[in-house]
């Protein structure tokens, strides 16, 4: 199967910046794309930021212009850089890949990160 592994998280104050990492390891065959939602208290889970194995991107509006999405293909990394953040941002993180496996390389699977604390607070 396929592993994801966040970090990055932590307590940061109004307008500063995160960088989270996400590294996928496993039984790998292809990722199809990677992406980081969040979950807030009390809030579904939602997207943040994903992007294709060929470099396609989509942003959520309200992080448009604040955060970017980047990964390395050969790697099996997503990045992800959050400027400007604002206490509306805190929520927990997860990393999250489409991919097949070796052994099953028909059915594209979602896998998840544990998840890492993003805090904007003064």
């Known amino acids: 199967q396929v592993q994801l592994v966040e970090s990055g998280g932590g307590l940061v104050q109004p307008g500063g910046s995160l960088r989270l990492s996400c590294a996928a390891s496993g039984s790998i065959f292809r990722i199809y794309s990677m992406g980081w939602y969040r979950q807030a208290p009390g809030k579904q889970r939602e997207l943040v930021a994903s992007?294709?194995?060929?470099?396609?991107?989509n942003y959520a509006d309200s992080v448009k212009g604040r955060f970017t999405i980047s990964n390395h293909n050969a790697k099996n990394t997503v990045n992800l850089q959050m400027n400007n953040l604002k206490p509306e941002d805190t929520a927990v993180y997860y990393c999250?890949?489409?991919?097949?496996?070796?052994?099953?390389?028909?059915?594209?699977?979602?896998?998840w990160g544990k998840g890492t604390l993003v805090t904007v607070s003064s």
């Open positions: 992007i294709t194995s060929g470099g396609s991107t």
């Open positions: 999250n890949a489409e991919a097949t496996v070796v052994g099953d390389t028909i059915r594209v699977k979602n896998y």
